[in-house]
């Protein structure tokens, strides 16, 4: 064994002799640090390690206290820490390792020392299964590089092209559907406008043959007058009374004249801007648009709720009930006392609307809106939802949906039954619509001329209907 340490990175070492023990001690050309879990190994022939050894442990208890050799002791790993690698216990040499206190040990320590119980295993095949492991660790990070850098140069390069790909056939999508909404949006746009130019022209028109008939008719009826006045103020009396025939025939051209009437000829027609498309779309812009309204505060007002409905504590959901569970509530002039309705709290006389209704499994209800002024006692059609002109309702009643009001329904064709009902009230254009809020289908639409402010409406006659916020 060469007495010059390997080349293995560490400090190189000299050997001097301590002038107080006269033993060699190993000096440091640089910093000396003892790491006392990872030992540093010298390259001692057999010889010097004997000596040294001799002498530290015969001048031990003489010169413990001898600050030029360094020798310090670990309770726990029991081995010197420090040039030694011999057991402080055993003085033999630390080839074992103990698994259980994951520190090296001599043959000693594992037959009668304080490892003779635990998992022990040659130093060397520690080492070599240490060195397996790392090898396996590295080999599986290498694998692990190399999917890294496939995903990377492969799959990212591929994702990142498909990107443009599908971004750019997306944009194109986009594109062409506005083209053709504003394709169409603009056609239906001229037509309205024509047509809507048109029926101004014809009022036009039956304007001014009516100014000009009723001008002729009162330049006549003007000039018989004066003439009658002429005839009253300086006729004679004797001669005034032979001038019947004349007078008579003054009185009859002023009879043909006739009284003037206005007429809805004489008042554009309201339907001339009406569009299904343009309705639609308008519909969808508030529905499904940035500017979507909502009445978020609507609850059922308990005041208006018929005997024979419940209502839940949060006032939003309405529950029919058999006669045999009807409690005789409060008499309030506002509440419905045949007919199973309620009406909302909401009175709506600006702006625009919406709430949705949840029919849950009902077979039987009505959704829409009435006047404040309409009905509430008795079982005639004053308070009957859709039976009176004071009240526009949606019906469903054994499958079938249809539009109520003053007592003529209209059937109404849906093809998909929706599981919930919107309802969009807009005010300054007079409509009220009718929706189903999963698809922002109009299911109908009425534009009147509403009068005074309106409330939601509603009626069940089987399970319940709830608002929904």
Not at 226 to 252: F, M, W, Y
Not at 296 to 319: H, I, K, P
Not at 442 to 461: D, E, K, N, W
Request: with cysteine; hydrophobic share 35%.
């Amino acid at each position: 064994m060469s007495a010059e340490p390997e080349s293995c990175g560490l400090t190189p070492v000299s050997l001097r002799e301590d002038p107080d023990t006269g033993v060699e001690v190993r000096e440091s050309s640089g910093d000396f640090n003892m790491d006392l879990q990872q030992p540093i190994f010298f390259s001692l022939d057999v010889h010097q390690h004997e000596t040294l050894s001799a002498k530290v442990v015969s001048r031990l208890s003489r010169k413990a206290a001898a600050t030029s050799v360094v020798i310090t002791s670990d309770s726990e790993s029991g081995k010197f820490s420090g040039e030694s690698e011999l057991c402080m216990e055993h003085e033999s040499d630390l080839d074992w390792f103990c698994s259980s206190e994951q520190k090296r040990i001599c043959l000693h320590c594992t037959i009668a020392g304080s490892c003779q119980s635990h998992t022990v295993t040659p130093l060397v095949s520690r080492v070599t299964g240490v060195r397996n492991q790392l090898v396996n660790i590295c080999e599986k990070m290498q694998l692990q590089a190399q999917r890294m850098e496939r995903f990377i140069n492969q799959t990212l390069t591929a994702k990142e092209r498909a990107l443009q790909v599908e971004a750019s056939g997306a944009r194109e999508q986009v594109v062409a559907q506005v083209s053709v909404v504003r394709e169409a949006v603009e056609e239906e746009e001229q037509r309205l406008l024509e047509a809507v130019q048109r029926e101004e022209e014809r009022v036009e028109q039956c304007l001014l043959t009516q100014r000009a008939h009723w001008g002729q008719a009162l330049a006549m009826l003007t000039q018989t007058r004066t003439r009658l006045v002429h005839t009253l103020t300086n006729t004679p009396d004797i001669q005034l009374a032979t001038s019947g025939q004349e007078i008579a025939e003054r009185i009859e051209e002023a009879e043909g004249v006739g009284e003037p009437h206005d007429t809805d000829h004489l008042n554009l027609n309201a339907s001339c801007s009406e569009s299904k498309l343009m309705r639609g779309l308008w519909a969808s812009a508030i529905l499904l648009g940035p500017t979507a309204y909502g009445s978020a505060n609507l609850t059922f007002d308990e005041r208006t709720v018929s005997s024979a409905l419940s209502l839940s504590e949060d006032l939003c959901t309405l529950t029919f009930l058999p006669k045999w569970s009807r409690q005789s509530p409060p008499y309030n002039p506002a509440r419905f006392d045949c007919w199973p309705n309620a009406l909302g709290t909401l009175a709506i006389s600006s702006g625009t609307h919406s709430w949705v209704i949840d029919m849950g499994e009902s077979g039987a209800f009505k959704v829409g809106v009435c006047y404040s002024s309409m009905g509430r006692k008795g079982s005639g059609n004053d308070s009957r939802l859709g039976y009176n002109i004071q009240s526009w309702v949606l019906s469903k009643y054994n499958g079938d949906f249809s539009f109520c009001h003053a007592g003529k329904n209209t059937p109404l064709h849906v093809v998909h039954k929706p599981k919930s009902l919107g309802l969009l009230l807009d005010w300054p254009s007079q409509t009220l619509i009718f929706y189903d809020p999963d698809s922002s289908a109009v299911l109908h639409s009425v534009r009147h001329a509403f009068s005074g402010p309106l409330l939601p409406a509603f009626a069940v006659a089987d399970r319940s209907v709830s608002i929904l916020h």
